[in-house]
């Protein structure tokens, strides 16, 4: 169960707050080899790998007009569940929409910003304990309204060879056509590189393991665009003597069952509160049919004792949470004071899992602290923004002075002649 910490010294939270570490060592070498083999041999390195690790012979990686029928398999309840997130979150992120506003700097100069769709993605969606077509959800909404001309999607197959009916059903919605059927580090590989049957994208995005994770850090090294460097789940809860046991347990368990590198942090300025709330992870572990899961991710996880609530703000906002859960009377207010978090779910009744389907803000997240200067996965993560200045001939002659005695200033004659010679006559 959860390690309970009693009042530590500010000298001592570096220790306290560090997450279990990801030792890349071993699984680098490996995913080195994996990108340089679909580097070289691509689509055939693509079936010798689905063959070793998904235990599948396939032919053909992309999802053809049988399979695409397998969508309408999902039960009804299901299909409402998927259009109202994707309603949701495309209500959210179309928002994010800035309109082109022009500045004149200066008579005669003017300058804009323009946000230009990135023209080709990949999106990875594991699939591996669960299929996580929510994550289709997060990532596919905000490229289709960013308006990326390609959209590839790999997901690995199910045992039957097959992706998930779910999944190809938010891909339907959601109008994403393009989906091959790979998974782990050689996926990364493919759409990194590009092979016969796969094109090279510019950016890519989606969660993943360590192999996944170190494979994505690796062609970002190599100059290709990520979503943001990402780690195990994570998730915090500030509560007071207001709080409820029995949904601060639940909200651990939420995070607790993703995996055994899960962590899950309470931090409270009540001992009575982290006593009922072990009690309640207690109660409700034993109708987990994940708890096992959950039980070891709990080992690595802690409960803080601390002096008061603006303590325990100082300590989330050094631990920066990819989640933050606020369970306090005055959470509105607590809210406010965070400046490090990846996403803040504020009172009793706003647990982290609405945030993870269908409230409608994404759930690709900073983690492992990166939240301290990373944002989530938003509608911006799908463009570039592109600044763009026009002037006129008064505009340069207003300008030029500045302009030609800073270059000068930096040893830069080029740069001054660039001016000086469209004003000479």
Not at 224 to 234: K, N, T
Not at 244 to 261: R, T, V
Not at 305 to 331: G, Q, R, S, T
Request: aromatic share 8%; glycine share 6%.
């Amino acid at each position: 169960m959860m390690q309970v910490i009693q009042y530590p010294k500010k000298e001592d939270w570096d220790a306290l707050l560090k997450r279990p570490s990801q030792d890349f060592t071993t699984v680098k070498n490996i995913v080195q080899n994996i990108l340089n083999d679909v580097k070289q041999r691509g689509d055939k390195a693509l079936k010798d790998y689905t063959k070793q690790f998904d235990k599948i012979e396939l032919d053909n990686f992309l999802i053809d007009d049988e399979e695409w029928q397998t969508a309408n398999s999902i039960p009804h309840y299901l299909r409402e569940a998927i259009q109202l997130s994707i309603k949701n979150v495309s209500a959210f992120h179309a928002a994010q929409k800035q309109p082109v506003q022009k500045i004149e700097t200066m008579p005669g100069v003017v300058c804009w910003r323009k946000s230009v769709a990135i023209d080709k993605v990949g999106l990875y969606i594991p699939g591996g304990t669960a299929p996580l077509f929510s994550t289709l959800i997060m990532l596919g909404v905000p490229a289709k309204l960013a308006g990326c001309k390609e959209i590839i999607l790999c997901t690995p197959p199910q045992k039957n060879g097959w992706v998930h009916p779910a999944v190809l059903y938010a891909a339907q919605q959601i109008g994403i056509t393009e989906i091959y059927k790979i998974g782990g580090a050689q996926a990364i590989a493919a759409m990194a590189y590009g092979t016969e049957t796969i094109n090279k994208v510019y950016k890519i995005f989606g969660p993943g393991n360590q192999y996944i994770t170190c494979a994505k850090m690796l062609v970002n090294a190599e100059g290709l665009a990520i979503d943001m460097p990402a780690g195990p789940s994570e998730v915090a809860v500030i509560a007071d003597e207001f709080a409820e046991p029995e949904f601060i347990a639940a909200d651990l368990l939420s995070q607790a069952e993703h995996g055994k590198d899960s962590q899950v942090i309470l931090v409270a300025d009540n001992e009575n509160i982290i006593a009922k709330t072990i009690q309640a992870l207690e109660e409700q572990l034993k109708a987990l049919p994940r708890k096992d899961i959950a039980i070891e991710a709990l080992q690595n996880s802690k409960a803080i004792l601390v002096n008061d609530l603006h303590e325990a703000v100082k300590l989330m906002n050094e631990y920066a949470p990819e989640h933050l859960i606020i369970n306090c009377n005055n959470a509105e207010a607590i809210a406010e004071q965070i400046t490090n978090a990846g996403s803040v779910f504020i009172g009793n009744y706003s647990p982290e899992s609405v945030g993870d389907y269908a409230s409608g803000t994404n759930h690709t997240l900073p983690t492992n602290g990166f939240a301290k200067a990373y944002s989530g996965v938003s509608l911006d993560s799908f463009y570039k923004k592109i600044t763009f200045q026009q002037l006129t001939k008064q505009g340069l002659q207003n300008i030029d002075k500045a302009v030609t005695t800073l270059a000068e200033a930096e040893g830069l004659q080029a740069h001054a002649n660039a001016v000086n010679v469209r004003l000479k006559n």
